[in-house]
Every structure is written in C-alpha cells, then in structure tokens.
C-alpha cells in the first residue's frame, strides 16, 4: 500500500504540475481549474489514498462499480461526480451518492433524476453532456445532446425540483468536424457556455479535458478537468 501510495502522490504531483504551467500559459489562476480524479475501475483503497493526498473530487462513469465504492468511502469528504452515460433505471442509485451527473443529456434523464432526487431529499447538481460530432436533434455516439438542444435541456433541469443546473460538460469527439481538434473543441464549448449564462448565470461549470488533453481544455477556460491513468497509471484494474 505504501508502494501504491508513492505511486499516486507521484502522478498526482506531476498532473499538477501540468495544470498548473497550463494556467500560467493561458494567464488564468491555478485555484479556477479543479481537479477531478477519475476512479473508474480502480479500488476503493486507491480513493482512499487519494483523499489523504489532497484529492476531493472523484468520478465514475458506472454505477455497478461506483455505488459500493461510495459507500465504502462515506466517511470522507469527496464529491462525487458521475460521468457515465447513465440509464434511468440507474438513477435511483446514482442520486444516492453522486453530487453531480455530469453527462445529463435528454429530457426523460432529467425527470428521472429530479423524481429520485427528491425522493431521497438531495439536491443534484447537473451539467448538460454536449456532443460536438451529433447532428442536429440527435445523441452523440459517447452520450450528449447536440448542440442545438442545450437550451431546452437546460430549461429542464432548471425548472426540475431537487436539481441544480451547473453548467456543460463534453469529451474531445472522435469524429465530426472536432475529430483531433481538441482545442477547437473545447473553445467551441465555451462559447456555448456563454450563451447558457447569460439565461443562467450561475451555470458556470465547464467540465472538459482528460489526461491526453488537458491543456487544450485548461487554454479554452475549462473550470474542471477530468483526470484518471496519468494519476491512477496502469495498475491492474478491477472486473
């Protein structure tokens, strides 16, 4: 465990190290990007590790995995982000540990969300998933809402009891007039990101960038990234 804690508080310093040069290039400050450990696949002791070197932000992106990693972790201080393509039969779950679904991208989802969260007395908080590759009126291959439904979707969640819109969300896509073009990506985002606050102001999240891709993101205005093999590295993964 000792070797794995090293291990971690390595990567970690070395992700830091890149979001923090990726600000002082872009002239923003190191405290407006927060980091989000993606933990997806790794154990329940690696979350562990990580909270005691610093990390408050984790995410999964299923929820078989995640809701016993959540209840294994209930004694710390994290917040849970889910970013998986989420069904709505998993929402009833999801809304019992998550604090924020960041992949939110069709009406029947926001229902289901707002119908759970207010059956479990929690207040969601909901970034829209925008697809750069969809067309018009449809979903992205990876989950998302093309980019001319974010403001209906927003409505939506706005006016849902037991959600909080929080802003958007999207993944460098991989096909599409984006396809290798991470930074144009991410910039596209935020100019939707600005068209959402100036109907929503406090929607002013902006979840972008991986670990191959977070100085494009960082460059772009991202206010979080998602981080999760250049911390967690290539240990053997669950399932």
Same mark, same amino acid.
């Given at each position: 465990?000792?070797?794995?804690?090293?291990?971690?508080?390595?990567?970690?310093?070395?992700?830091?190290? $890149?979001?923090?040069?990726?600000?002082?290039?872009?002239? !923003?400050? !190191?405290?407006?990007?927060?980091?989000?450990?993606?933990?997806?696949?790794?154990?329940?002791?690696?979350? $562990?590790?990580?909270?005691?070197?610093?990390?408050?932000?984790?995410?999964?992106?299923?929820?078989?995995?995640?809701?016993?990693?959540?209840?294994?972790?209930?004694?710390?201080?994290?917040?849970?982000?889910?970013?998986?393509?989420?069904?709505?039969?998993?929402?009833?779950?999801?809304?019992?540990?998550?604090?924020?679904?960041?992949?939110?991208?069709?009406?029947?989802?926001?229902?289901?969300?707002?119908?759970?969260?207010?059956?479990?007395?929690?207040?969601?908080?909901?970034?829209?998933?925008?697809?750069?590759?969809?067309?018009?009126?449809?979903?992205?291959?990876?989950?998302?809402?093309?980019?001319?439904?974010?403001?209906?979707?927003?409505?939506?969640?706005?006016?849902?009891?037991?959600? !909080?819109?929080?802003?958007?969300?999207?993944?460098?896509?991989?096909?599409?007039?984006?396809?290798?073009?991470? !930074?144009?990506?991410?910039?596209?985002?935020?100019?939707?990101?600005?068209?959402?606050?100036?109907?929503?102001?406090?929607?002013?999240?902006?979840?972008?960038?991986?670990?191959?891709?977070?100085?494009?993101?960082?460059?772009?205005?991202?206010?979080?990234?998602?981080?999760?093999?250049?911390?967690?590295?290539?240990?053997?993964?669950?399932?």
């Amino acid at each position: 465990m000792t070797d794995r804690r090293t291990q971690l508080a390595g990567n970690l310093e070395r992700v830091e190290e $890149r979001i923090s040069a990726a600000c002082a290039a872009a002239g !923003r400050k !190191r405290e407006d990007v927060t980091l989000i450990v993606v933990t997806k696949t790794y154990p329940a002791s690696d979350v $562990r590790l990580l909270h005691e070197l610093g990390v408050r932000h984790v995410a999964e992106n299923r929820d078989q995995d995640a809701a016993p990693k959540a209840a294994a972790c209930a004694d710390l201080d994290l917040t849970w982000h889910f970013v998986g393509q989420l069904q709505t039969n998993k929402v009833r779950s999801v809304s019992g540990y998550a604090h924020v679904v960041q992949s939110v991208d069709r009406p029947k989802l926001v229902t289901a969300l707002s119908g759970a969260a207010e059956r479990a007395g929690r207040e969601l908080g909901c970034l829209i998933q925008v697809a750069l590759d969809a067309e018009a009126g449809e979903r992205g291959d990876r989950g998302g809402v093309a980019p001319d439904g974010i403001e209906e979707l927003a409505a939506a969640v706005e006016a849902a009891p037991g959600l !909080r819109l929080d802003g958007l969300m999207t993944v460098a896509p991989l096909t599409g007039p984006y396809a290798g073009r991470e !930074r144009a990506a991410f910039a596209r985002l935020m100019e939707f990101s600005s068209r959402l606050r100036a109907i929503h102001p406090a929607a002013n999240m902006v979840s972008a960038g991986m670990s191959a891709d977070l100085e494009d993101a960082v460059a772009a205005g991202a206010t979080h990234v998602r981080i999760g093999t250049a911390v967690l590295g290539d240990r053997p993964r669950l399932g």
